[in-house]
Each structure stands twice: as C-alpha cells, then as structure tokens.
C-alpha cells in the first residue's frame, strides 16, 4: 500500500489540470486513470479561450507545445449562432481580431489527442506519479483522510486528501457526497465525426444552431482541418425525457432533411459511429467538498449550462482545487471546514457565469425572443462587436446579467 497527501483520480483536463498546477506549487501527487491514454471522451472538442488562458496561466509552455504538436487542431476566432428563423450572426471573440499575429483564443481538437497532450504535460513532471488502467472501485474514510483501492484490493493508496476528478459518472460524486442526476441540470448530448463538409467558417468559427425543430436543444457544427467536423445535437434531459427525444434520430434528421444543412453534408461521410454522453450542468449550486476530500470538473457538475462548455471549468476548479489543497497541507488541516473554501472560490469565479447562462439558456426555450434578438443584432455591427467584448470583459459580461441592459441594448437604433 502507497501512501500519499494527494491523490487525483481521473486524468481528464480536471485531474491533468490538477496535478500540473501542484505541480508548479512544488507539491507532489500522485494520479490514477482507469484508461491508458490516448483515449477517446464523447465530447465536441472545442477547448475554449478560458481551457486555454488557465493552461498558459499554470504554464505557458503547455500551450506553446499543444500549438506545435503534429495533431489535427483548427484555431477558433469566434462563434456562428443560428437562431431559429435561420439567421447567422458571426460574433468573434475580440473585435478586430488578427488570425495571423494575435495569441490563439480557443482551438478544435479532438479529445484524443488533447487529453493526451495533457497526460503527456504530466508525464514531464517528476513531482507527478502516473497510474494508467487503474479503475478505482473502492473508497474508504480513515482517520487520516481515505484509503481507495481497485476492484481486487491489489492497487491501494492511503492519502491525506482525495481529489475527485473522474468526471460525469463519478460514483464517488454519487454515493459518497449524494449529487445525484437532476434532469433539469442535465443534459444528453450525441456526436460524430463527418469528412467533406462544406461551408466552414474560414477563421474556425465554431457553430450554433438553435434550430425551431430541437427547440431548446442546440445543433453544432466545429470544424476542424480538412473539411473534417465534430457535429452533434445536445438538450437538456427533462426535455429529452418528456418528448422521448430520439437525439440520434434528430440530428440525422438535421443533416438529411433540414434546408440550411442537407447542401453541406450531400458529399459528407460519417466517421466511426454516433455516441453519446450525459453532461451534469452547473446550473444547481452543489457540494463540492467535504471532509478530505475535493470534487473536480465533471465530478462536481460544472458544466456550463449553455453552451456545454466543461473543459474549462473542470480545468478552472483544478487550479482552485490545487490551490485550496496547498493551504490545506500548510496547516495539516483537510476538515470540511476549511475544505468548504474550495465551494466558496469555485462559486466566485464560476458561479455568476453560471448563473447568466442558466438564464439565457431559459430565454432559449422562447424561439420568438431568440429570433428577435438575432434579427436586431444582425442589424446592429455595434451590438455584435460588444457581445465579442463580453468574451473579453469581464465587467462588460456583469452588465448582461442585468435584464434592463439587454431591454436598453435591444431597443436602441443603431
Ligand atoms: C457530447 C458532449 C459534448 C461536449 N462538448 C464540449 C465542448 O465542445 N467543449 C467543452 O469544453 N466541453 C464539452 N463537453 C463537456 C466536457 O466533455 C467535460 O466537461 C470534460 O471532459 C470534463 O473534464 P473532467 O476532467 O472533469 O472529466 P473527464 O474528461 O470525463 O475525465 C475523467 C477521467 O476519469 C477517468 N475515470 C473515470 N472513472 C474512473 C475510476 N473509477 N478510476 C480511475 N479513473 C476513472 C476517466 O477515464 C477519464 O479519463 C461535452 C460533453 C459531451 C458529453
């Protein structure tokens, strides 16, 4: 038996996220996957701007080496929404953007080789001990923090502080601190890999459809090199649930039959098969920590609740989580107490953001709302160019979360 003051399980971006930064702190840890890496995550591969800025945060040199490793990746310079009338509005993240000079704001890139890049981050590191094809199955509460161990007790780790960090189907998650599924903040997601699919943004826009057929679910498109695409359809569970929504059925539907798609897909083919995964939204505010023990990503239901965007946030609270772990071992004290300031920095950093979107995502459901927005910001370069500073600014997002600015905004002339 290994004993340890860290233990991460998982090596997704949230545990991968984890360990670099305890890394860079001079803390030692040791990290255990139950798959052997590269491996695949249902997923729709775009790493946002944030994933990217907390990466180049813990070290630039991650990035600089993702940026010149020979993996398929496309640059991402904005978003395409489709609202349900079918109009397109082009938002970039920072106006006036250089694609050529300007550092790189968020990428497409296939988890495969993304998670793995991360695990190969890892593997640099000597102050990191990396288990791959361990699954643990065990979790039992010591007095000096818990000992896990996988299904035949012969891999078995004492540790002073747990960092779950095994994503969306974390039994830790489940049994152990009680976040159970709620399908209102939750969601089911299908994707696929196309080749030959025409009318891709030149700049890697990444595409939104708010489609009036999968109303309030979304359709996307996010290309990468090659006339290659990651597409799927998402919504959330109580819907799918309600309506016996096929999204299988739906988004082949979308790609066979439906006007402003079937042009682009006529010489597309299907790459490997159509699968699906649950995404935990973090629209509820939840648990995140107890005594020992720190909830990390997926693990602790921080998806975000619009636009499905996890890879960030499971990296974001890594760092926290990292962090809050540091102080923890200063002085030799992992009570829930002190743990419970992990809950308390992952909600300031994370929970206005979730919050906004929570409320947008609900305004979604009311296509008449969606396509009046779309229709005044097609109208309005100026409306466009401040919801691309909203990526950027912070202070500027805060003013979205009040109602009156989007009645005054809406309502100008230009
Ligand atoms: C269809 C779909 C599309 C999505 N699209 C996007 C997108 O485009 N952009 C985005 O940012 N997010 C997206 N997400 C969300 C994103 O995939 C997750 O938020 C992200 O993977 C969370 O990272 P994580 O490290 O918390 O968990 P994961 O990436 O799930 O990693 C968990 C790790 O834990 C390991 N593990 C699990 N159980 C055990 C065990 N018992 N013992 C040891 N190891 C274990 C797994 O092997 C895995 O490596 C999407 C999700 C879905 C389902």
Known sequence: MQKTDILIIGAGPGGCATALKLSQLGIPSIVVDKAIFPRDKICGDAISGKAVTILRRIDPSIIERFEAATIEQSSVWGIRFGAPNGK??????????????????????????????????????????LHEGISIEKYERTPGGYL???????????????????????????????LVKDEKHHAGAV??????????????????????????????????????????????????????????????????????FRERFKNAALMGKITGYGLPLGSKQRQLSGDHFMLVGDA?????????????????????????????????????????????????????????????????????LVNFTANRVARNP??????????????????ALNPLFWIKTLMKRN
């Open 148 to 178: 896990v161990s996988n299904g035949d007790g012969s891999f078995q780790v004492q540790t002073k502080l747990l960092i779950v960090a095994n994503g969306a189907h974390s039994a830790f998650s489940r049994h152990q601190v009680g």
């Open 191 to 260: 994707r696929a890999y196309y080749k030959n699919v025409t009318g891709l943004h030149p700049d890697g826009f990444i595409e939104l459809h708010f489609l009036k057929e999968i109303n309030p679910g979304y359709f996307w498109v996010f290309g990468l090199p090659g006339g290659h695409a990651n597409v799927g359809l998402g919504m959330r569970s109580d819907f799918v649930s309600k309506r016996r929504y096929n999204l299988t059925k739906g988004m082949l539907d979308i790609i066979t039959n439906h006007p402003d």
């Open 88 to 129: 397109c509005i082009d938002v970039p993240f920072r106006p006036n953007y250089d694609p050529i000079n300007d550092p790189k704001q968020g990428f497409v890139s296939k988890r495969m080789d993304f998670d793995n890049r991360l695990v190969e981050e890892v593997k640099l590191r000597n102050n990191i001990e």
């Open 300 to 368: 602790g239901h921080l998806i975000d609740p619009l636009s499905g965007e996890g890879i960030g946030n499971a990296i974001y609270s890594g760092v926290i989580a990292a962090e809050q772990a540091q102080q923890c071992l200063l002085h030799s004290d992992f009570s829930a107490k002190t743990m419970h300031a992990y809950d308390v920095r992952v909600a300031r950093v994370l929970g206005k953001e979730m919050e906004m979107s929570y409320r947008i995502q609900q305004l979604m459901a009311r296509p008449w």
């Open 382 to 399: 100026n409306l466009i160019y401040m919801i691309a500073e909203m990526y950027a600014d912070l202070e500027v997002r805060k003013k």
